[in-house]
Nanobody, 124 residues
């Protein structure tokens, strides 16, 4: 059974940092895109960042570019999201997703597996 488990969320002050982790089990996603999405209260889930299987290709939403860094460790079957320069508008539940592809990495529907989400709250 494939499972994605996020961790690392919590409360941070504006300008602060958090590091999210997404641990995968049940299979390896070495050859496919993995991504981070977020959903703020009352809003639709939106794309944040994605990374290819080789980690050579990374993609970011304009709103987080230059502040967030996505990475992955195949040995640990884990993906990360380093979030620096946090802003109150980054407050959301963050979800990791797996088994995406290069052509549709920002589309929710292109990912087959999802984690349960981790809350990130940024205070001003």
């Amino acid at each position: 059974q494939v499972q994605l488990v996020e961790s690392g969320g919590g409360l941070a002050q504006a300008g602060g940092s958090l590091r999210l982790s997404c641990a995968a089990s049940g299979r390896t996603f070495r050859y496919s895109f993995m991504g981070w999405f977020r959903q703020a209260p009352g809003k639709e889930r939106e794309f944040v960042a994605a990374i290819s299987g080789t980690a050579l290709n990374t993609r970011y939403a304009d709103s987080v570019k230059g502040r967030f860094t996505i990475s992955r460790d195949h040995a640990k079957n884990t993906m990360y999201l380093q979030m620096n320069g946090l802003k109150p508008e980054d407050t959301a539940v963050y979800y990791c997703a797996a088994d995406g592809n290069l052509m549709t990495y920002s589309d929710l529907g292109s990912y087959e597996y999802w984690g349960q989400g981790t809350q990130v709250t940024v205070s001003s």
